[in-house]
């Protein structure tokens, strides 16, 4: 019988190991999203970027819509502001790289930072992951000073845990408030 032979163990440590490594290519994050708009009609811009999600990114969650006030550069249309929770088999990299393709298909044209934007699509946390290069940085860095992303995240998990702050995002929305932010769908 095969399964008496001395290479057993062996088997069956390399079929253990095959199935560890293919759980964790399977594994899905748990991500959050923020969406933005202010150009054109705001409404359809948040529709068209929701359905432009490939199913490598399932929604389990939406937030209320939010008006904000411009943040950083105030001399421009207000904006709405929602964010989505989801599940996803991409890499960080990957869940970035999509998301700006689907800004540019829906027609977003670079303008200045903290400019106006058709869409804007950011990686607010991508499980517990840290992550600081050129191109991605998780959790996003602005995260915690921004009451328009504090306040939908808030509606959704108030007690999800800043991976690095160590705080809750209720505790970061305590400290900022919500000045500015108002319910708007
Ligand atoms: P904003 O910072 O206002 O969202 P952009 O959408 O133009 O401006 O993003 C500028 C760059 O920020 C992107 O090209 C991307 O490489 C980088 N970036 C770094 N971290 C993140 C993140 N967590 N989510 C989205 N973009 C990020
Ligand atoms: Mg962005």
């Not at 001395?6 to 899905?28: A, H, K, Q």
């Not at 829906?106 to 400019?115: D, H, N, S």
Request: glycine share 4%; net charge neutral.
């Amino acid at each position: 019988m095969w399964f008496c032979s001395p290479l057993y163990p062996f088997v069956i440590s390399f079929l253990l190991w095959l199935n560890c490594g293919m759980l964790i290519v399977m594994s899905l994050a748990l991500i959050y999203i923020s969406l933005g708009t202010n150009l054109g009609d705001r409404m359809v811009n948040l529709r068209l970027a929701q359905a432009a999600l490939p199913p490598e990114i399932q929604v389990m969650a939406l937030s209320s819509v939010y008006e904000t006030e411009p943040w950083g550069f105030p001399d421009q249309p207000p904006f709405l502001n929602l964010v989505l929770k989801a599940q996803t088999s991409l890499s960080a990299p990957a869940l970035l790289a999509t998301l700006k393709s689907i800004e540019r298909n829906l027609g977003r044209r670079p303008t200045f930072r903290y400019g106006p934007r058709l869409i804007d699509l950011d990686i607010l946390l991508y499980g517990s992951l840290v992550l600081d290069t050129p191109m991605l940085t998780i959790p996003h860095p602005k995260l915690a000073e921004r009451a328009f992303v504090l306040v939908p995240m808030a509606e959704l998990d108030p007690d999800l845990v800043h991976p690095i702050l160590r705080k809750t995002i209720l505790e970061l929305l305590t400290q900022v408030g919500d000045k500015g932010v108002t319910r708007f769908a």
